[in-house]
């Protein structure tokens, strides 16, 4: 969204001999907003480019900062003390919440789909063996570790504890809680 506002010439005036500082105005009212816009967009649309290395961004982040001094304080800028520092603070923390996203983007990875079984692994088990796998699956990993040991490596109740460092009756009672569940999915007695 592009925000143009009519640009009369003239901006702040500082005072004479006074200390370099905070604006100073003159009894005449505070700068309108279009004046501001056209004395401060560019070096400000600059500053932004520092910020974020993006001329399309900065542009953006500057438009946006005009658009909201505008929502919040309309044409006339009596309510600040000093819009150039307003000015600059709000560009500085829309590059920053600008990089702050750009960071957060680019650090997500999208959760990894699982992988599509092998040709193989579909052609050759029977129903049966499917139907068993599957239900496998749905085991905890503890659960479905015990059983692979127990009854696909033939290991014996000890050589598991030691394999998983558990003790001999967690293999005991993990594998009879798998056992059950396991024929309950399987609908067998």
């Known amino acids: 969204m592009i925000f143009v506002l009519p640009m009369p010439t003239s901006l702040l005036r500082r005072g004479r001999g006074a200390a370099p500082g905070p604006v100073v105005t003159t009894t005449a009212a505070a700068p309108a907003l279009d004046e501001l816009y056209r004395e401060r967009r560019l070096p400000l649309v600059r500053l932004a480019v520092l910020m974020v290395d993006d001329l399309p961004t900065a542009e953006d982040l500057v438009q946006d900062v005009f658009t909201r001094l505008y929502r919040r304080h309309g044409n006339a800028l009596d309510a600040l003390a000093d819009p150039d520092a307003y000015l600059v603070s709000a560009v500085l923390n829309a590059a920053r919440s600008a990089l ?54 033939g290991l014996s109740e000890r050589e598991i504890a030691g394999t998983l460092r558990i003790t001999a009756g967690t293999v005991k009672s993990t594998a009879h809680r798998a056992l059950t569940l396991l024929r309950a999915q399987l609908g067998e007695k």
């Open 100 to 153: 702050r996203r750009r960071r957060i983007a680019r650090a997500y990875r999208p959760p990894r789909a699982d992988p599509a079984p092998a040709a193989e692994d579909e052609a050759l088990p029977g129903t049966a063996d499917r139907e068993v796998i599957r239900a496998l699956g749905r085991l905890t990993s503890r659960q479905r570790q015990v059983i692979v040991l127990r009854y696909w490596s």
